[in-house]
Structure formats: structure tokens, C-alpha cells
């Protein structure tokens, strides 16, 4: 049992790990930065029980929030959370469990599992994100999405592409079936 428990939260670490190291890989565009953390969110969604992608990406977020340079650009802290961009970063463990739960869902075929849980991970993130923007920034809903959603739309096309890939490719939905 204690063996199981310790396993999960080293898959746990791992994927928060994963998702920093896909973070760092950033391009500055405007006031929303690119970067590839999206895919690892996924892939924890892919791999891990609902439960263990939310905290897989917790564990993501309280590592940024204690100091470790981990959100794109190298930032950290809470200042980086609270920022206009904030939003997309607090919906991240929300995304992740949400899509592994769709992920799991054995009577639809696998295919638009996979298709279905990136289309509602995306709508959440954008809609989380958008709306903290809005607010924080006091910027009309309506110019928001013109910000934060639009220009994103055929890069987060092509990265829903590679992980829709990865997920076909690799059959075991979990790492979890060995552990227990």
C-alpha cells in the first residue's frame, strides 16, 4: 500500500516536473506568452486518474508559487499568478482533471475521447484564462478574447495535433494499471 501511495506521488511530481520543463519553451507573444506546458498538462490528463492530474499540476503551480522559476519565461511567484495571464496558469489543474476524466470514458471510442476531452480542456483554459484577464485588466470581455484567445487558436491547433498523435500512438491510458 505505502508503495503504492509513493509511486503515485512520484508520477505526480513527475508530470509537474514535465509541465515546467514544457513552460520553459516560450515565446514571447504579446500579452500572453506561447509556450508548451499545454502538452504536458494533456498528457498528465492522458496518463494519470483525474484526481492525480489535478495534483500533478497543483503541485506545478505551488512550485512557481514558492520561488521556483518554473511558468514560462522563467518567472515564479505569486506576483506571476495574480498577473493578467494568471487565469490560464490557475486553470491548469482544472483542465488536466477534466480531461482525464473524458479520457476514461471507455464507451466512447478512443479517438473521441481524445478529440472530446482536448476540445473542453481548451474551453476551459481559454475561458478561465480570458475571464481573469478581463477582470484584472479591466479590458471588455469582447476585446479579451481578441487577446487572449484568437491569435492562439491555430498554435493550440497544432499542439492538440502532437498530443492527439502521442495519445493514438500509445495505447496504456494509464501508468497507473501496474502500480495498483
Not at 514571447?28 to 502538452?39: D, E, R
Not at 464507451?107 to 475571464?131: D, F, H, N, P
Request: charged share 10%; glycine share 8%; proline share 5%.
Amino acid at each position: 500500500m505505502r508503495r503504492n501511495i509513493s509511486a503515485k506521488i512520484a508520477l505526480c511530481g513527475i508530470f509537474a516536473a514535465l509541465t515546467s520543463v514544457c513552460a520553459m519553451i516560450s515565446i514571447p507573444f504579446g500579452a500572453v506568452p506561447i509556450n508548451m506546458a499545454h502538452i504536458a498538462i494533456f498528457l498528465s490528463a492522458w496518463f494519470l486518474t483525474p484526481g492525480l492530474s489535478f495534483v500533478s499540476q497543483l503541485i506545478y503551480i505551488l512550485l512557481g508559487l514558492v520561488g521556483l522559476p518554473v511558468f514560462s519565461g522563467f518567472s515564479a511567484g505569486l506576483g506571476h499568478v495574480l498577473g493578467p495571464t494568471g487565469g490560464f496558469v490557475i486553470a491548469y489543474p482544472v483542465v488536466a482533471c477534466l480531461a482525464s476524466y473524458i479520457f476514461k470514458i471507455k464507451k466512447i471510442k478512443s479517438a473521441v475521447r481524445i478529440a472530446l476531452g482536448l476540445l473542453i480542456g481548451w474551453l476551459v483554459e481559454y475561458l478561465v484564462g480570458t475571464v481573469y484577464y478581463s477582470v484584472i485588466t479591466t479590458t471588455p470581455p469582447e476585446i479579451a478574447v481578441t487577446v487572449c484567445v484568437v491569435p492562439f487558436i491555430l498554435g493550440d491547433a497544432c499542439k492538440s495535433l502532437v498530443i492527439y498523435i502521442t495519445c493514438k500512438k500509445i495505447k496504456a491510458q494509464s501508468i497507473l494499471t501496474n502500480i495498483g
